[in-house]
């Protein structure tokens, strides 16, 4: 009896990796690397300069509503940026707002707790659920004390943190910071209140200007840019990647006139964003079993080139040769192999074809051997000179034609 040789199939591995014209190699099925076209509009819109209306706007928009979309509020109908500027309206015809740009910038804070702010959500960075329940974090709250400040005639900027946000007024006498999430958040170093309540509030400690390593200064439409990283974080918890990547795109394009802009090191830069959403919806068609769509994702490259894609393409095609190996489909195998040569890491490469071989030798043997173990002489010779055609130097194949001459002698 001849034995038959064990086939080895390579070990199936997944990588789960960590947001422009759209690749001409896509797939239909796959998502589009287009940000939403409003977002290029605005990008150009802040190179001119960005009025308060324009920012009340664009962080509607980055929130996913619609600025002048109607909602109901107590009964009535009006659009978000009719209560923004009824906001405006109000603090502006305020007779108690008055004084130096401190004083009008300390009053805004009283003045948003007093009509917007009720309760603080360490996730609730859209400017819509604000205006409509009161619910706020740093980058919501900041961005409506920008809007108001703004309309005032008040410089103000933002400020950034490894894992927060507040603003900094521009006064006549200098800088002062604005911790966005607190009633006593104005110049907070002068406020024994806000150090007694900030950081069982809010779970963050506020970094002084004397920190100046610990937070950066962004601008203001940097700022907004940042209620995309909630929902980004929010639709990924939920396994919804590609929405994730929408927005990634979205929040490039609209910081797309920075040209040469670098960014803190605080500040997750866009490209970068995108490029990590790209990998992660890779990842889950690898997750999915998705390998061909995987292969044709990795066009993204050209637009985003990252080092990852190397190991990415690797498991994809390791991944489907596994499954044409399991189906015998050698051709097939071969062929994509090929296709992908100059993608994927020499090593890898080698070891996939080195074993292809191996396996397609030892289903050749295998043959040879159930027709050898039939006693079907003729048959196994004729198996095994096809084989030799195929691996001429196999030392297994030629040993099998040995003994099949030999049965027949």
């Not at 390579?10 to 190699?25: K, T």
């Not at 009719?82 to 305020?94: H, K, P, R, S």
């Not at 069982?200 to 506020?206: A, D, E, F, I």
């Given at each position: ?137 740093c980058v919501s709250s900041g961005v409506l004390y920008l809007i108001l400040a703004s309309a005032a005639g008040l410089n103000a900027e933002a400020v950034i943190t490894s ?146 894609w190397l190991e990415f393409i690797d498991v994809a095609v390791n991944n489907l040769v596994a499954k044409m190996m399991r189906s015998n489909d050698y051709d097939a195998a ?76």
């Open positions: 009896m001849i034995n038959q040789v064990k086939k080895y199939l390579p070990l199936i591995f997944l990588i789960i990796l960590i947001c422009r014209p759209a690749s001409p190699i896509f797939s239909q099925n796959l998502p589009s690397l287009d940000p939403d076209p409003q977002a290029l509009q605005y990008s150009a819109q802040a190179q001119r300069g960005l009025s308060w209306e324009n920012i009340a706007e664009i962080s509607l928009w980055a929130s996913g509503a619609n600025p002048y979309g109607t909602v109901q509020i107590a009964g009535r109908s009006s659009t978000y940026m009719e209560i923004i500027t009824a906001g405006v309206n109000e603090l502006l015809n305020d007779t108690a707002f008055r004084g130096s740009s401190a004083e009008k910038g300390e009053y805004i804070l009283e003045f948003m707790f007093r009509k917007y702010l009720r309760r603080y959500s360490f996730v609730q960075t859209k400017m819509d659920t604000l205006l409509v329940s009161g619910t706020y974090n894992d927060h946000a507040f603003v900094r007024l521009i006064t006549e006498n200098g800088v002062i910071d604005v911790e966005t999430t607190s009633p006593y958040g104005f110049d907070p170093d002068t406020r024994r209140e806000f150090h007694d309540e900030f950081g069982r509030l809010t779970g963050y400690s506020y970094v002084s200007a004397r920190n100046y390593r610990d937070r950066a200064d962004i601008s203001r439409l940097e700022l907004v840019s940042l209620i995309f990283n909630n929902r980004i974080a929010e639709l990924e918890s939920n396994g919804r990647f590609e929405e994730a990547l929408a927005l990634a795109l979205n929040r490039e394009a609209l910081l797309s006139h920075n040209t040469g802009r670098v960014y803190p090191v605080l500040f997750i830069d866009p490209r970068a964003m995108v490029t990590d959403r790209i990998f992660n919806y890779g990842s889950l068609l690898l997750r999915q079993g998705k390998e061909n769509e995987a292969l044709l994702w990795a066009g993204a490259a050209d637009r985003y080139p990252d080092p990852r071969r062929l994509l192999l090929a296709e992908n040569r100059y993608r994927m890491s020499s090593d890898v490469y080698r070891q996939l074809g080195s074993l292809l071989d191996s396996n397609r030798v030892a289903d050749l043997h295998n043959a040879f051997a159930a027709a050898y173990n039939r006693r079907d002489y003729l048959s196994a010779k004729e198996i095994i000179d096809r084989a030799l055609e195929e691996f001429p130097d196999n030392r297994q194949l030629l040993a099998d034609r040995e003994i099949a001459e030999r049965a027949l002698q």
